[in-house]
Structures are given as C-alpha cells and as structure tokens.
C-alpha cells in the first residue's frame, strides 16, 4: 500500500516537473507550436484580397485633396490585372486615361519608388547602369544582365506618357510589369520623374 502510494506520488511529481520545464521553455521561445489551420474567415477568401494600397497619399503639399476624379470614360486601370499586353502598344496610345499632372509633391513621390523599384537596373541617373547590370556576373562565362535602355536618351524621350505608362502596367521584354506594385497616382509619379531625369540632363 505505502510503495503504491509512493510511487503515485513519484509519477503525480515527474510529470508535473516534465509540464513546468515544457511552460519554462515555451515561454522563452526555445518551442513554437505553430497553429497550421487558417485564421477563421468571416468573408470566404478574405485573406486573399487585393493588397491596401497604403503608401497612396491623395493630397498635395499643402494638405488640400489632390483632384484625381476620372474621367468617366476611362477604364478603370487600378484592376488586378493589367488589360493589355506589352505588345499591344496601338491600344495603349489610344487608351483613355487621365493623366495625373506633375508638381513637386510628385516628383518627390516619383524619386522615391524610382529608387526603390528600378534604380537596381536602371541606375540612380536611368542611364542603365544600375547594381544589376555592374555587379552581378552570374558566372566567368556569363555576361550577367544586359543594361537596360538610358531612360534619359532620346529615344525614350519621343516615347508618349501613355506608352510609359503602358511600359509601367504591361512590362517590355526582360522587364517584368510593375502594375500589381505601383498605384495608379504611383505610376504617374514615376513618368514625371523619368520626364524629370531626362530635362537634368547636361
Ligand atoms: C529587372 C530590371 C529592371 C527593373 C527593376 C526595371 N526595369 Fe525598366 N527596363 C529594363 C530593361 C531590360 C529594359 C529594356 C527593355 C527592352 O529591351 O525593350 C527596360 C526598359 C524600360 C523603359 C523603356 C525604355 C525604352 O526606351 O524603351 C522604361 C520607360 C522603363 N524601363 C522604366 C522603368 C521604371 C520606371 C522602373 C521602375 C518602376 C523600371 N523600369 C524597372 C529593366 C528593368
């Protein structure tokens, strides 16, 4: 009776010391217990939503609402997916947007996607010379990535903003689309900056 007793009370004090070390270390992180199961979802496939377009500010420097209606004739361009493909440049120049104009609001926008979406292989001045093009040689024998157009030649200068724009939401050969990344005020911002490299430069 007493060995009975001693060894329920052994095993009653093992596994509580087993269940305290487990809380010990789950509470400092040394085990995660991952749920794997989906969050519950009030809206069926809620949490495959377009994304929030968070970083889109519709208002100019001095706190007013920009004016961005559109035109109710235009398609609408902010849907998922882009309506053209890139070879479908006629469509593109004949599209009916709204051009979004340029102040200095804009361009500071347009600088700062510049920089983050395409100076890897555009280079900070758009001349086609960025870290892509100079600094990743994908092997001896490999040339590595060939430089992109200047964006400030005159080539890409006689370009309309609508094929820019087109360029921006369809891609144009090795370079893929941007239009999932870049709101539509986003890539207006982005033409005007490109219109900005050409005009500086000397
Ligand atoms: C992966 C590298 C890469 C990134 C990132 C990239 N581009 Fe490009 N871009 C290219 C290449 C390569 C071409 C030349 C395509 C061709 O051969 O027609 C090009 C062409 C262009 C052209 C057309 C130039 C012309 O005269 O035909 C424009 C405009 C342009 N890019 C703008 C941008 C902008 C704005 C961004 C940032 C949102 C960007 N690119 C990001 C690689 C890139």
Known sequence: MKAKLTYLLFFIAFSL????????????????????????????DMDHQNKLKADFIPYDEEGKVRDVRLNPNAIPLED????????????????????????????KRGE??????????????????????????????????????????????MLSNKRLFHILGAGQNLMFPFHSQLTYFDKWSLIHYIRKLQNDKK
Do not use: W
Not at 87 to 99: D, P, T
Not at 123 to 140: A, F, M, W, Y
């Open 112 to 157: 700062l996607l510049f920089r983050r979406f395409c100076v890897p292989c555009h280079g900070l001045d758009g001349r086609g010379n960025g870290p892509i093009v100079t600094k990743v040689q994908l092997s001896e024998e490999e040339e590595g990535f060939p430089p992109p157009k200047d964006l400030s030649s005159e080539g890409t200068k």
């Open 17 to 44: 010391t087993l269940l305290a070390v487990y809380l010990v270390l789950r509470y400092f992180g040394y085990i995660t217990v991952q749920n794997r199961r989906q969050p519950l979802e009030i809206i069926s």
């Open 80 to 107: 998922a997916f882009y309506p053209l493909l890139p070879y479908e440049i006629e469509k593109a120049e004949n599209l009916e947007i709204n051009e979004i104009p340029a102040d200095s609001f804009m361009l």
